[in-house]
């Protein structure tokens, strides 16, 4: 096989035009267990803004408000570490994954892969029938039937991105907003916007642009390389099995009849045969249909299958390896810092800073009094009523507009407090002040802040 021959990418032709590709779908345990995985995928992604879990949408990326909404948790502007928790689940979920198990995000979880061969491909065929005939409809010249069906199976996919492109809407705007965006698309211009760039790109995606996302765009199947290795699990096709390729009957010929099935039915258009390629997104299409063909003829499925390349080979695999530890044990790390944080999460989060201005004054009466506000955050659904006093020094009074404030479920408040010392020269320049801030629940935090007071001058220090 020349480089040239295994170098090509399958949908770019001769002369560099688009080679349009007509998968066929073939049923089997691995299309029967990837259309239940993306059944639910789908169900979870356009339920979850719709529905409310705790008071709340179940997920909502509330900017405005600053708050995000997760299946009952809700996370405030001041959990923004969570988002370096997150961080680091992504990307060492990733590498742990696809160390182990190759491009199984791709093939099973991927939202390009999901949408495309769960709900539009199936779309197509039901409107334009079997590959060979969407072949031939494409190569016909245009009458009236090929135009009715192309305007149908236009029509449908541009309804199936609107709704996803108004369900991700929702997840920022909330389900009134978006409803609203969508009746008076003037009343939320940000929002009106995203629906129709998320609507146009998912419609061009579906209609023309479909695998050239996994292999122009997507970067993931080009860094893959550097996180797989002879042990990672990747689909494969067993070449000492299946070679040399010959009819049923001919002999000396392995398993392989050269039916080319795995490639007709292959969305990005690979022969696997030639090998682990970048374009290959592992959705196992391959091994339904070559599964169905080596039973049809008696012989043994797993011709082409999951396996690592050392396991072709003959050799055995290895699971446990450094990168494998390595990542795993990052993951497992991050993911325990994740949880105890989120266990160990305060009902209420309580801040002091300084007011702007003078960093003191002197009352007319001689005492020193320090402006500060405090800002008492509700992470509860609960409202709490809060108070604050002085733990240290004694001889500072805390002097507050109201004796408490009540502040709502997932609210702020901000309270002036005024820092007062009787006597001005009981302690000069800084001093360390505690606060006690307590709520009606049993919620308690002490917050430090210093007290500032004048320098004495020498007629004040003779």
Same mark, same amino acid.
């Given at each position: 096989?020349?480089?040239?021959?295994?170098?090509?990418?399958?949908?770019?032709?001769?002369?560099?035009?688009r080679?349009?590709?007509?998968?066929?779908?073939?049923?089997?345990?691995?299309?029967?267990?990837?259309?239940?995985?993306?059944?639910?995928?789908?169900?979870?992604?356009?339920?979850?803004?719709?529905?409310?879990?705790?008071?709340?949408?179940?997920?909502?990326?509330?900017?405005?408000?600053?708050?995000?909404?997760?299946?009952?948790?809700?996370?405030?502007?001041?959990?923004?570490?969570?988002? %370096? $928790?997150l961080? *680091? #689940?992504?990307? +060492?979920?990733?590498?742990? !994954?696809?160390?182990?198990?190759?491009? =199984?995000? &791709?093939?099973?979880?991927?939202?390009?892969?999901?949408?495309?061969?769960?709900?539009?491909?199936?779309?197509?065929?039901?409107?334009?029938?079997?590959?060979?005939?969407?072949?031939?409809?494409?190569?016909?010249?245009?009458?009236?039937?090929?135009?009715?069906?192309?305007?149908?199976?236009?029509?449908?996919?541009?309804?199936?991105?609107?709704?996803?492109?108004?369900t991700?809407?929702?997840?920022?705007?909330?389900?009134?907003?978006?409803?609203?965006?969508?009746?008076?698309?003037?009343?939320?211009?940000?929002?009106?916007?995203?629906? %129709? $760039?998320?609507? *146009? #790109?998912?419609? +061009?995606?579906?209609?023309? !642009?479909?695998?050239?996302?996994?292999? =122009?765009? &997507?970067?993931?199947?080009?860094?893959?390389?550097?996180?797989?290795?002879?042990?990672?699990?990747?689909?494969?096709?067993?070449?000492?099995?299946?070679?040399?390729?010959?009819?049923?009957?001919?002999?000396?010929?392995?398993?392989?009849?050269?039916?080319?099935?795995?490639?007709?039915?292959?969305?990005?258009?690979?022969?696997?045969?030639?090998?682990?390629?970048?374009?290959?997104?592992?959705?196992?299409?391959?091994?339904?249909?070559?599964?169905?063909?080596?039973?049809?003829?008696?012989?043994?499925?797993?011709?082409?299958?999951?396996?690592?390349?050392?396991?072709?080979?003959?050799?055995?695999?290895?699971?446990?390896?450094?990168?494998?530890?390595?990542?795993?044990?990052?993951?497992?790390?991050?993911?325990?810092?994740?949880?105890?944080?989120?266990?160990?999460?305060?009902?209420?989060?309580v801040?002091?800073?300084?007011?702007?201005?003078?960093?003191?004054?002197?009352?007319?009466?001689?005492?020193?009094?320090?402006?500060?506000?405090i800002?008492?955050?509700?992470?509860?659904?609960?409202?709490r009523?809060?108070?604050?006093?002085?733990?240290?020094?004694?001889?500072?009074?805390?002097?507050t507009p109201?004796?408490?404030?009540?502040?709502?479920?997932?609210?702020?408040?901000?309270?002036?407090?005024?820092?007062?010392?009787?006597?001005?020269?009981?302690?000069?320049?800084?001093t360390?002040?505690?606060?006690?801030?307590?709520?009606?629940?049993?919620?308690?935090?002490?917050?430090?802040?210093?007290?500032?007071?004048?320098?004495?001058?020498?007629?004040?220090?003779?």
């Amino acid at each position: 096989m020349s480089l040239a021959e295994n170098d090509r990418v399958s949908t770019i032709g001769d002369k560099g035009k688009r080679v349009w590709l007509y998968p066929q779908r073939v049923p089997g345990r691995f299309g029967r267990a990837r259309t239940a995985v993306s059944g639910m995928l789908v169900a979870l992604l356009l339920v979850a803004p719709w529905i409310d879990v705790g008071g709340h949408p179940a997920m909502q990326f509330d900017i405005p408000a600053r708050r995000f909404h997760f299946w009952g948790m809700t996370l405030m502007a001041t959990d923004a570490s969570y988002l %370096l $928790f997150l961080a *680091g #689940l992504v990307v +060492f979920g990733v590498f742990f !994954f696809t160390a182990l198990f190759g491009r =199984v995000w &791709c093939g099973w979880v991927c939202p390009q892969t999901v949408f495309l061969e769960s709900i539009i491909r199936p779309i197509e065929e039901l409107i334009e029938g079997k590959p060979s005939e969407r072949k031939r409809l494409d190569a016909a010249p245009w009458t009236p039937q090929k135009i009715a069906k192309k305007l149908a199976k236009w029509g449908a996919f541009l309804f199936v991105a609107g709704a996803i492109a108004t369900t991700f809407t929702a997840y920022f705007l909330g389900r009134e907003g978006v409803i609203e965006a969508q009746l008076h698309p003037t009343s939320h211009p940000v929002g009106t916007a995203t629906f %129709l $760039f998320l609507t *146009g #790109l998912l419609y +061009f995606d579906f209609a023309w !642009f479909r695998e050239q996302t996994c292999v =122009v765009v &997507c970067p993931y199947g080009r860094f893959q390389s550097v996180l797989m290795d002879e042990d990672s699990l990747a689909v494969v096709y067993d070449v000492k099995r299946g070679e040399p390729r010959g009819k049923p009957g001919t002999p000396g010929a392995g398993d392989c009849v050269d039916c080319r099935r795995c490639v007709s039915v292959c969305p990005t258009g690979i022969d696997i045969r030639k090998g682990i390629q970048l374009e290959c997104v592992n959705c196992t299409a391959c091994m339904d249909a070559c599964d169905d063909i080596m039973l049809k003829l008696g012989r043994e499925p797993g011709l082409i299958r999951y396996a690592s390349e050392r396991a072709t080979k003959g050799e055995r695999p290895r699971l446990t390896r450094p990168r494998v530890l390595a990542y795993g044990a990052a993951l497992v790390v991050v993911l325990g810092l994740f949880g105890a944080s989120v266990w160990q999460r305060a009902p209420a989060d309580v801040h002091i800073t300084r007011q702007v201005g003078a960093p003191f004054t002197v009352l007319a009466d001689g005492r020193v009094q320090n402006g500060t506000r405090i800002r008492l955050q509700n992470r509860s659904g609960e409202m709490r009523t809060f108070t604050v006093q002085v733990v240290s020094p004694a001889d500072v009074e805390a002097v507050t507009p109201m004796a408490s404030v009540q502040v709502a479920p997932e609210q702020t408040e901000h309270l002036p407090v005024f820092l007062v010392r009787p006597d001005p020269h009981a302690a000069t320049g800084r001093t360390r002040v505690v606060l006690e801030v307590r709520d009606d629940h049993g919620f308690t935090q002490r917050v430090e802040h210093e007290f500032l007071s004048p320098v004495p001058t020498a007629e004040h220090a003779s």
